[in-house]
């Protein structure tokens, strides 16, 4: 809801009109007296548009951000109006009052002021709503907070509103005002600033805050009234009001010395300042240093008041009466609380009165006057000793006024509660008002005794049976393992004593009762014939008393409190929680303390303990389940037992997977016993799932128990069998195999007989004893069977050994070694292969070629062979008889044809007539038609190579390759032949290709023959090549232009062009010469060598050395190097043209050795420009300037010397002689050159005095390297500050060297357009400082004994700027001073030194001081009665003593006073002079206030004078 009617828009914009009953009765505040819509204060304005009402009302964004925070309502005063806008013109409305500009408006418009309506459109009313509607929609303005501006009449007779001068469209008026607020807020903080800081300083004004002041109150002021923001418009006449009244404040702020408004202001201003410096100057190490000596901390500086401490007044009041516990009850006390209370308890006790919990209330009755102290007697029941307790403070007692005696004054009967937080009894003994008047106590009555209330609290045993594994947690709840069965009870109950016991403390006797929750059953425990254990320690001092001690211990004891314990036991049979719980317990007093009123935690809510930590009455017991242990299904149905091997391919041990049950971590124990030798081991589980055990060895392995998180168990009783796999081993027998037609024995039957696990294979060598130094063949026999034979028959006859070794079956995979052995003679059938032993079998043959086949025969010769020749689908047979010889060649006639051919060995047949068919025994012959044809493929003016290069003659080949080529060099007188072969690429598949062979130099060569594995022919037309060599290219310097000088110390011998100076401009170059094919490129080494090297020339010992290139085109230059100074050598190192890209070495050569090889290597020397620059020396010749820096380099700042005279030395001190006497003592000034240039130079220099204009001073003839400079006396004749630099220098060879540009000679100074000079020099005469005590300050004591709160002042001299250093208290100060006057206050007893006075300007310009050291003495002290407002009463003839401790340095003098009670007046008055010792006693009998008003001691007194 806005407030609007959805139904009634008005005008084009679909606004309320602001003057319509729903505008009123959205923004009219209820209770406000507002006058109807329609009164005749209020007339109703019907100027509703009917053609518009379909559109629906909208509100703006500002109008709902009012609304949400409640700013959108109307103040209205009788008389507004909110009728200002309509669709009719304004000046149709008759109720509006016509005001000029300078009176106030009537129309007081609240938050619908017609001035934001009429400003916000930036133009007088017009006739319609829409525009007006627009405007409080851009802008609804906050309630009104002054007067609107007045309503001025416009042509037309219509009514404007003053507007803003900045329009609403540019900033809207919210803003206008706040951002008008914000400068006004920052202005009076500022000048709230500037009284603050002007004020601080006494007696000072400022003329300029004035002035600076009013010129800006009176722009705010004029701002306010031109810019015409609503809600912040002033009117004419108010303007100049507030300009008068801002002048008015501006005039006693900054500038009259003593006005309303000072005085005022400065108290709260210095108050603030002070107390803020004060603080800061408190931080350690850092105050002190930032706040320093604050003139504000000097002269607010106040003595603290505690020199004169305490008053005595004495006075008289009547007896009153007292009685403690008058109902003699009985009292106990919680010491539990007690000692949880925090330490401050007691302290703020005292403060705020006694409501602590844990302390008990005695009721004391008091008849009579307030009572200002309490007296009682506490007796110890531990020791019987009675002590005296007193309590000062007892308006912090809580008290119960029972009545009130109005005839007696102040008297009333009161019950005080005295606190008590010990075990004793109590008596009271006195009680005394305010007036130091005793009350009588009671007589008779019995003390009050006070005990223990009865605590009790369950507690674990601390010598707990831990066979079931007893823990207690960090939340102090324990666990303990289930109990098997009543043997093992019996077995435990001989050892355990109990688990849990209740602790109890009180007065004895006492009851209590215990209740058990087991797994949610609930059971009372009866404690009947449970004997308690007594916990009280005996006392150990009883000896050393005596009887009345002991008696007295004797009648206490039987209050004392006793602490006794009671152990609870049980089975823990059943898994699950036991919970333990006190509930309530009573002394013999009859004080009862229920326990479950102590807390949430632990209570029993139904059948169920709450969840959390143990409390000293709740204990929970969790009885875990035992773990169970045994071995996995899968491995208890697996093959048993199982196997172990010592194979590297085999298990050498097994994982045994377990079943666990209970809470991890487990602990499995198990044996291994392996025969008579029994092991036990364990092994830890996290988690239950892939828990194994590691079987590393034989035996049976049992399971013994298991352990996990809380509990130990039992494991199963199966067992595991491990065994180890035993070797495998074999039984070799042999039986000859027997051919008669073959002559014998031709071979052996091998039998096996095995044991072990199958597949077997067996390992053997076997070796032929006819031939001993051969290798034995290896072999391996593979079997799935136990018992297994085989065939041996070799092809060679001999005896044959076999040579068993090694035995693998399936438990031993890798094998285990094994030795039998077998001989066997045999008579071999024959054989016949291919002999390779003698070289490679040729497969290629060419057409007509004859070629050789060997063959190795083997058995009794004569042999018989017969081979198969096979092409082409055709087998020829052959036979060759009479064979003698074990190797033999068949000779293969010539081939016919091109092809094919294999030859097989078919058949061969020993001297025996022992036949064997032989198979797989043949190879393969190709044939081909011819050889290969070969011939250059050079161009026609043959083959051109650069120098170096080898050259590539290309051939082209056709035929099989590889191909062997021959040729030779024409005209070669040695005939020799080269060979090359080429060889075709794998990749290349076609049988022609072209390759090259290598040239040997230049000149023609010829082929002369080609083959492969045929002769080849040579192309005759293109039999031979000829090679060329190409020129290479060269570069030299042409020597026309250079010269050698043999009177140069750096002469080498070398061709040198003419030497240059520094910095001067180069006018020639090297000319070079060129052969070969351009463009050029030449590179080129400079090496350099610095003036100052001993070693120039010697090419090991350069400063530097750079390669350059350079690209010619034709005949050019090369440019030498410039600018640093020393010898320069050129070297051309190598040149490239056109045909030679690869550079092409020249050799170093400083003479042309041939017509093309000319000098190659020239040199250059720049002669080093003359360097010098001015230096300072004192007159012992100590350097002033110990700066490092490089003679010659331009300094753009000056170097600065101060040199600083003694107090009376400067020539403000005396005349021009005086001063002219002092010139021993000034710097001297040199003029030094470094030793590279040349004897003599000369030298300008520039020099500019204190005053006037500046100076070139011309030296010549310099025939030194260092020269001291005469400066003119009206130079250096002056306290000032002046400056020299140096402009230009030369030499003797004409060198020059320009430190100033020459525009810049002349300029510098000040009144010449420069702030400072550039370089050189700058030499300034300071007077040391000095400080003297001011005449009217301690500090001018001659004693040089100062007190406390002085303030010392010393006057300084010299420049108004000091560096002060000064100790206090064996602490260094540094502090900055600009007044001439310093001062310190004498804050803190000790001493005060001040040691130096520098200037900051220079601050190596010191004074220092010896003779002003001040012991600073602090301010004498009295205490009245030790120090405190004592208020005495006392009865008539009574005498009261009242001391006074004093303390300083004696003698002391004081003054003390008797004054009425109220102070008013003075009744006596007492000076006692002189007095030696510390202490002082008044002994008085009158009423009245005794003070100390005065006290002097040997040096300072209080108050001061």
Known sequence: MNGRQAGAPVGSQGLTPVGSPNRIKRRTAPGLGSPRFGSPQFPRTDAQNPESSAEPTRSTFAERIYQSTGRLRAHPEPGSSFGLVSQTPIAQNNNFNMHSPGQLSQLDLGAGSSADVLASTGSPAKSGAASAAAALRRAPPPPVTMSAPAVKPVKGGAVQASTSAIPATVIDLPSQRMYALAVLGLLVAWKLYDAISLSVDVGRTSFYLFVKWCLLDSAMWYGAWFLRIPRLSILSHTMYALISLSVFINLNLFYLTMSVLTLAVKPVAVSLATGWLRSVKSIPWLGPRLVGDSDLLIDSFELDEAHILGRHTIHILPHSLTHMNPQGRSFCIDEAQLRAEPWYQKYASGLFGHSGQSQTLIPILINGTHPDSISYAYTSFETGQRQLRTIKNTGALQMETNAVYPTLGNWVMATYYLPVSEVGAYEIFSVKDRKGLEFRTATQAPPTIVVTCPQAQLQWLDNAHTGDNFVVGNDGHASICQRIDQDHMAESRSTDDGLLQVVVEGYEPIEMTVVRLVNGHRELISLDGIQPQSMEAQPTHIETLNATQIAAIEKWSRFKTRKSAYTLSDTFLRPGEYVYKLESIRDAANHSVVMSGLGGKGIFDGNKAAEGKATSYMARIQVHRRPSAGWADALLNAELPLRLSDDRARKSDYALPLTLSGTGPWTVNYIIVNGDEVTQESKTFSKATDSTIDARRPGTYHLLDVDDKFCGGQASRANITLVQAPKPAANVSSTPITAHECGGEIGALVELELTGRPPFAVHYRERNLRFPNSRPITRIVRTQQRRHSFKVMPDMAGTYELEFFRLEDDNYPSGQPMSATIEQAIHAQPSAKIDTLNGRISSRACM?????????????????????????????????????????TIALGA??????YTIELAQVKDGNQCARDLIDVSTVVTVREGGPRVGFQCPDNGIHVLDGEQAQMPINVAGEFPVEVQYHKVGDTSDHVHTATIRRKPQQQSSSQLASVIAYGPGEYELLAASDICAGTIDAQRARCSVHVEAKPSAWFVTDSLRRDSNDAHDTGIWRLHESCEGAALQSAFELGLSGSGPWKIDYRVDYWATGNARSGVPSFTDRTITHSLVVLQTSTLKPECCEPGLYRYTLLSVRDERYQKPQMLLAAHEAVAAEAGVTVVE?????????ELRAYSPDGTPLD???????????????????????????DGDAQTWAKLHKYLPVFRIEFEPSGKAPFQAWVEVFPASGPSEV????????????????????????????????TRDARGCEHQFVDPSEVGLGRADHGSAAIAGGIEIEYIEAPNARPASASPAANPSRNVCVGDVLAFELRGLNSWNVDYSYNSARRSTSVTKRLFRRIADVPGNFTLERVCHRAANECCSEFDDLSYAVHDIPRVLVSGGKDVYQDILEGDMVDIRLDLVGAPPFTFTWQRRSIDGAKVLESHTVK????????????????????????????????
């Open 895 to 900: 081939f016919d044809n091109a092809g094919e």
């Open 1186 to 1212: 110990t700066s490092s820096s490089s003679r010659g380099s331009f300094r753009r700042q000056p170097r600065s010397i101060k040199h600083c005279l003694a107090p009376g030395q400067s020539k403000s």
């Open 848 to 888: 007509g070629e004859e070629l050789e086949l060997p063959v190795r025969l083997k058995g009794q010769g004569p042999w018989e062979l017969v081979y198969n020749i096979v092409y082409e689908n055709r087998r020829t047979s052959k036979t060759v008889s009479g064979i003698t010889d074990e190797s033999y």
């Open 1164 to 1172: 250059h020397l720049i002669t080093k420009s003359p360097l010098a």
């Open 1474 to 1505: 002189d007095l030696d010792v510390f202490s002082y006693t008044i002994s008085a009998a009158s009423e009245g206030t005794f003070e100390v008003t005065f006290v002097q001691d040997r040096y300072c007194q209080y108050p001061k004078a």
């Open 1257 to 1288: 001073v011309h030296l010549e003839d310099i025939a030194g390297y260092s020269q001291p400079i005469t400066l003119p006396d009206h130079v250096a004749s002056q306290i000032g500050r002046y400056h020299m630099r140096l402009v230009r």
